[in-house]
C-alpha cells in the first residue's frame, strides 16, 4: 500500500461531484431548487439527447451580483447559512453550496445573471473545474445557466448513462416532483425543442395533479388534511380502486422537499391494508409541514433522504388520517351487495360457454342445480338437524369443541347463478362464489400464454389508435421496449406529453383487455426495470 497523500482539487471535485450528481436528472433537480430558492415565480428547462449534451435553465429570481459570480462554482460557498446552527432551521431547498461545483467539476457549464437594477449583469463559465475570468452581460434580468456535454471528462460515468428516452423519463419526474411541491411556479420543460410540458401557475394543487397524471388518477383522489399539535398533513389519497403494481406513485413532500421516508410509506400501506390486494400499492399525494428543527435534512447530498426527531409521531399522524379519511367514504358499503328480492335467488344451469371460435371448452366439475329458488329445507334435513347445527355453532362460539362432521355424499355440486354475473356453488369443503366474467378472462389469459410460448401473435390493428395516459418516465420507459412488446402484439407510437397511442393488440384478445395488459406490462417494467418474460406474461 502506497503512503497517503493529498488528492488533487480536480479529483476532489470529481468525487464530489459522484455524490451530487448521478444522471442530467440530478443536475436538473439542484438548478430547479437554486431558482426555487432565488424566488422565482417563473423557470424555463430546455435539454437536448436526455439532457447529456444540454441543460439549460432561465429563471427570473433574485439574481447573482457581477462582484459575486466568482463565488457560485467554488466549494461551500453559500447565501444561505452563517453558522452551524442554521443547520438546523433550514427553510431553503440547497444549503451545502456544492451543487455548482460539483456539476463544473464534470461538465461545461456556463452562467449568466443580471440582477434586475442594475443594467448590466456578468458571465462566467466553468468546464471541468477551470473557471474563466467574469466578462461583462448585456442580458434581460435573471439568471440563465447552461451545461453542456455532462461527464465529458469522465467517461467511466458516462457509460453508465441509460438510453436518450430513460434519461428523458427521469428528468420529467424531476421536474414533476418539483412542480407538485410549488403549484404557484409557471414551468415550462422542453426536449429537443419540443415542448414536454407546459405547467402554468395555480392556486390548486388538484389541477396539477390532472396535468401530470391525468382525469384517470385525480378524479379518484380524496382530499386529506390533519393537523397534530404544529405538524400539519395534506394532500389527495387515491380510491383503492385507483391502485398500481408499484410504489412510484406515493409522493411524499416535507417542508416543499420530496423525500423517501420508509417509516411514513409504512403507514400509507398500513393505512389501506385490507382495501388492496398484495403487492399493489395507493396513489397518494403528502405534503408535511412541521418546524424546521424537528427534521435533518443534513443526511445525505441529495437531501432526498432525512431524520425526523419523533418519527413515530409522524408515522401514527398518516397512517390516522389516511384510514379516517377512508373510512369517511365508506368504502366497505360499497362491497355488500344489495339486498335481493326472493324471485331473484334462482339456480340455473350453467351458462353455455362462448360461441367465440377458437375459444376452448371449460368442463365444470358439478351437476346444474333445479331451477326452484331454495325457500326450503332440502329433503332429507329436519328443522331439529337445523336446531343441532345451531347449538354446534354455539359450542364453537363458547369454546367447547365440535367433533367434525361427517362428508356430504358426492351426488352432484348445486350451483345457483346472481345477477347472470356470480355463481354460488355447494362443495364438500363449503361455498365457493365464481365471478364468471373473471372465469372467461381467466380463459382468454391461460389461451394468450399458451400462444405466446408457441410463437409471434397474430396482431389486429385498431382503425383508430386509443390512447394511453401515463407519466412521462412510464412513457419514455414504455418507448425504449418498443420492440419487445412488438413480439407481444402490442404496437405503441408515442403522442406526446406522456400519452402512448395502442395501434395493436394480440388478435387472439378480441376486443377484450388491450389496455389492462399494456398498463399491467407498464407497472411489470417500472417496478422491475425490466420487461416481463413471457412466463410471467
Given at each position: 500500500m502506497g503512503r497517503n497523500q493529498q488528492l488533487p482539487p480536480s479529483?476532489?471535485?470529481k468525487i464530489a461531484a459522484g455524490e451530487v450528481i448521478e444522471r442530467p436528472a440530478s443536475v436538473i433537480k439542484e438548478l430547479l431548487e437554486n431558482s426555487v430558492d432565488a424566488g422565482s415565480s417563473r423557470i424555463d428547462v430546455d435539454i437536448e439527447q436526455g439532457g447529456v449534451e444540454l441543460i439549460r435553465v432561465v429563471?427570473?429570481?433574485?439574481?447573482?451580483?457581477?462582484?459575486?459570480?466568482?463565488?457560485?462554482?467554488?466549494?461551500?460557498?453559500?447565501?444561505?447559512?452563517?453558522?452551524?446552527?442554521?443547520?438546523f432551521r433550514i427553510v431553503t431547498l440547497g444549503f451545502r453550496g456544492e451543487a455548482l461545483a460539483s456539476i463544473g467539476g464534470v461538465a461545461q457549464v456556463t452562467l449568466q445573471s443580471r440582477p434586475h437594477d442594475h443594467p448590466l449583469g456578468a458571465e462566467l463559465t466553468c468546464h471541468g473545474g477551470q473557471f474563466s475570468e467574469a466578462r461583462a452581460w448585456n442580458g434581460s434580468p435573471g439568471t440563465r445557466l447552461e451545461v453542456k456535454h455532462l461527464f465529458f471528462n469522465t467517461p467511466v460515468r458516462?457509460?453508465?448513462?441509460?438510453?436518450?428516452?430513460?434519461?428523458?423519463?427521469?428528468?420529467?419526474?424531476?421536474?414533476?416532483?418539483?412542480?407538485?411541491?410549488?403549484?404557484?411556479?409557471?414551468?415550462?420543460?422542453?426536449?429537443?425543442?419540443?415542448?414536454?410540458?407546459?405547467?402554468?401557475?395555480?392556486?390548486?394543487?388538484?389541477?396539477?395533479?390532472?396535468?401530470?397524471f391525468g382525469a384517470e388518477v385525480s378524479d379518484k383522489l380524496y382530499a386529506l388534511e390533519a393537523r397534530q399539535g404544529p405538524v400539519v398533513l395534506r394532500g389527495y389519497i387515491s380510491d383503492p380502486a385507483c391502485e398500481r403494481g408499484t410504489a412510484k406513485m406515493q409522493y411524499v413532500f416535507v417542508n416543499g422537499r420530496c423525500i423517501r421516508?420508509?417509516?411514513?410509506?409504512?403507514?400509507?400501506?398500513?393505512?389501506?391494508?385490507?382495501?388492496?390486494?398484495?403487492?399493489?400499492?395507493?396513489?397518494?399525494?403528502?405534503?408535511?409541514?412541521?418546524?424546521?428543527?424537528?427534521?435533518?435534512?443534513?443526511?445525505?447530498?441529495?437531501k432526498v433522504e432525512v431524520r425526523f426527531r419523533d418519527s413515530q409521531a409522524l408515522h401514527h399522524l398518516v397512517f390516522s388520517a389516511i384510514r379516517e379519511r377512508l373510512r369517511a367514504e365508506n368504502l366497505t358499503a360499497r362491497l355488500q351487495a344489495p339486498a335481493l328480492p326472493h324471485a331473484q335467488w334462482t339456480a340455473s344451469p350453467m351458462p353455455q360457454a362462448s360461441t367465440r371460435p377458437g375459444l376452448p371448452e371449460v368442463t365444470l366439475p358439478f351437476a346444474p342445480a333445479s331451477k326452484e329458488p331454495p325457500s326450503q329445507l332440502p329433503e332429507g334435513e329436519s328443522p331439529e338437524a337445523n336446531g343441532e347445527a345451531l347449538e354446534e355453532a354455539n359450542a364453537v362460539t363458547n369454546g367447547t369443541p365440535v367433533p367434525p362432521a361427517a362428508p356430504s355424499p358426492p351426488d352432484g355440486l348445486k350451483a345457483i347463478?346472481?345477477?347472470?354475473?356470480y355463481l354460488v356453488l355447494e362443495t364438500l369443503e363449503g361455498m365457493l362464489v365464481i365471478d364468471q366474467h373473471a372465469l372467461h378472462e381467466r380463459i382468454l389469459f391461460e389461451r394468450l400464454k399458451e400462444r405466446i410460448a408457441s410463437g409471434p401473435l397474430e396482431t389486429q390493428r385498431l382503425l383508430i389508435p386509443e390512447p394511453i395516459d401515463l407519466t412521462p418516465e412510464q412513457a419514455a420507459r414504455t418507448l425504449e421496449q418498443r420492440q419487445a412488446l412488438g413480439e407481444l402484439g402490442l404496437g405503441v407510437e408515442d403522442f406526446g406529453g406522456g400519452t402512448l397511442l395502442l395501434t395493436c393488440y394480440p388478435a387472439i384478445l378480441g376486443k377484450r383487455a388491450p389496455r389492462a395488459i399494456l398498463k399491467a406490462v407498464v407497472d411489470h417494467l417500472m417496478n422491475k426495470e425490466r420487461m416481463p418474460n413471457r412466463e410471467v406474461l
Open positions: 479529483v476532489v471535485t429563471d427570473d429570481g433574485c439574481d447573482i451580483a457581477p462582484e459575486d459570480l466568482p463565488l457560485a462554482f467554488a466549494s461551500h460557498a453559500t447565501s444561505k447559512l452563517a453558522n452551524a446552527e442554521d443547520l458516462r457509460k453508465f448513462l441509460r438510453s436518450t428516452p430513460t434519461e428523458v423519463g427521469h428528468v420529467c419526474e424531476a421536474f414533476t416532483r418539483l412542480a407538485l411541491a410549488h403549484p404557484k411556479l409557471h414551468l415550462t420543460l422542453r426536449h429537443n425543442a419540443k415542448d414536454v410540458y407546459e405547467v402554468p401557475a395555480t392556486a390548486g394543487l388538484r389541477e396539477r395533479l390532472r396535468l401530470f421516508d420508509r417509516s411514513l410509506s409504512h403507514a400509507l400501506q398500513e393505512a389501506y391494508r385490507g382495501l388492496l390486494m398484495t403487492g399493489r400499492y395507493a396513489v397518494a399525494f403528502l405534503f408535511l409541514e412541521l418546524p424546521p428543527e424537528q427534521i435533518d435534512v443534513n443526511v445525505h447530498p441529495t347463478q346472481l345477477y347472470d354475473s
